[in-house]
T-cell receptor, first 113, second 110 residues
């Protein structure tokens, strides 16, 4: 069964450093998403991406964040200068044409020290 | 402001004890409502999509229903493996942004 994969599973970084979180969505999917979930809190939408451009972003997704689909398979989230409050689980998701049927990856736990 | 509220926050059931989880929403226009299951340390797993009031979807011991203000996830004769956090999310008209509720943590005891 196809699945979304994410690497690394856990990333520890120092405040102010840049991190890149990687995702491989399901191959025939067209819509890609990043979410974050701070420990014990709800899943929060960050950004949606379609046809090689951002289709929507949340207030959280400020200039420190960027996304890219550098080739036909990877989808990345970059945080330019990490802050302590960026510590969270980051989930990538993808979907085909059905709105609800997003498939989530296992997540990358980002710890900023 | 668009909002999704889930209740209860946590629920403990005995195996076989049926119950319902609630997701109420206040949105400018509902495009779709979704239920997901999330196990600890993992990503949400898609369960159902509901688009219009009166719609129902079923899968094994789970049944989701939708009204104009809320959705219910009914769990019939639950088993311990149904223990998880159940998340509700909505998309509102004119956006691609999914808004999630805080979830209901379900624990089913053998």
């Amino acid at each position: 069964e196809p699945e979304v994969t994410q690497t690394p599973s856990h990333q520890v970084t120092q405040m102010g450093q840049e991190v890149i979180l990687r995702c491989v969505p399901i191959s025939n999917h067209l819509y890609f998403y990043w979410y974050r979930q701070i420990l014990g809190q709800k899943v929060e939408f960050l950004v949606s991406f379609y046809n090689n451009e951002i289709s929507e972003k949340s207030e959280i997704f400020d200039d420190q964040f960027s996304v890219e689909r550098p080739d036909g398979s990877n989808f990345t989230l970059k945080i330019r200068s990490t802050k302590l409050e960026d510590s969270a689980m980051y989930f990538c998701a993808s979907r085909g044409t059905g709105f609800g049927e997003q498939y989530f990856g296992p997540g990358t736990r980002l710890t900023v020290t | 402001e668009d909002q999704v509220t889930q209740s209860p926050e946590a629920l403990r059931l005995q195996e076989g004890e049926s119950s319902s989880l609630n997701c109420s929403y206040t949105v400018s226009g509902l495009r779709g409502l979704f239920w997901y299951r999330q196990d600890p340390g993992k990503g949400p797993e898609f369960l159902f999509t509901l688009y219009s009031a009166g719609e129902e979807k079923e899968k094994e011991r789970l049944k989701a229903t939708l009204t104009k203000k809320e959705s219910f996830l009914h769990i019939t004769a639950p088993k311990p493996e149904d223990s998880a956090t159940y998340l509700c999310a909505v998309i509102t008209s004119g956006t691609y942004k999914y808004i999630f509720g805080t979830g209901t943590r379900l624990k089913v005891l053998a």
